[in-house]
């Protein structure tokens, strides 16, 4: 099961890469994207980067860890991420949940929930399972203040405009 913040989250280097998948955030945001950002690491190096950029790229597959995941590979020259560890702003859904699994993520580390989606322990917990071949060492948390306020300010804002939207269109029909 996810260990909140305890002894398997809090070293210094989980905060300084959460700080990095939380700039690349923020990036996200700047593109109307959800702000979502991830980073890969091994040996305390970083080897794969990430932003959510499913919309931009009109790719429902565009998620911050499958761009941090890929960039990764290249750079190994493997599709094995063996002895590495994902940082992400949010749980992974499903979908990446599962990237996690088959590339042989060792570690993952994210800072808020997902209740409605999360597949690392809220919803699902296809990260730890022992009906797959793999599982990963897995925690949140860290900076789950940051990334939480992130995505809800994001959201509120989305719903906002939306809200403007539609009273102008309702507004030029009149």
Do not use: W
């Not at 290249?74 to 996690?100: F, H, I, Q, S």
């Amino acid at each position: 099961m996810i260990s909140d913040t305890n002894n398997l989250c809090d070293n210094t280097d989980d905060i300084k890469f959460m700080k990095r998948a939380f700039e690349l955030a923020q990036e996200a945001e700047k593109h109307n994207e959800i702000p979502v950002g991830a980073v890969v690491v091994v040996d305390g190096e970083i080897i794969g980067e990430g932003f959510n950029q499913s919309i931009m790229l009109n790719d429902p597959s565009a998620h911050a860890e499958m761009i941090a995941i890929r960039e990764a590979g290249k750079k190994l020259n493997n599709y094995r991420m063996l002895n590495c560890t994902l940082y992400v702003t949010l749980e992974p859904c499903p979908m990446c949940a599962g990237l996690l699994v088959h590339s042989r993520i060792n570690r993952l580390v994210f800072g808020a929930k997902d209740l409605k989606t999360g597949a690392a322990g809220s919803v699902f917990n296809l990260t730890e399972t022992d009906k797959l071949n793999h599982q990963i060492e897995s925690c949140s948390g860290v900076m789950e203040e940051d990334c939480s306020a992130l995505l809800s300010n994001f959201f509120k804002r989305r719903r906002k405009e939306i809200k403007e939207k539609k009273k102008i269109e309702k507004l030029k029909s009149e």
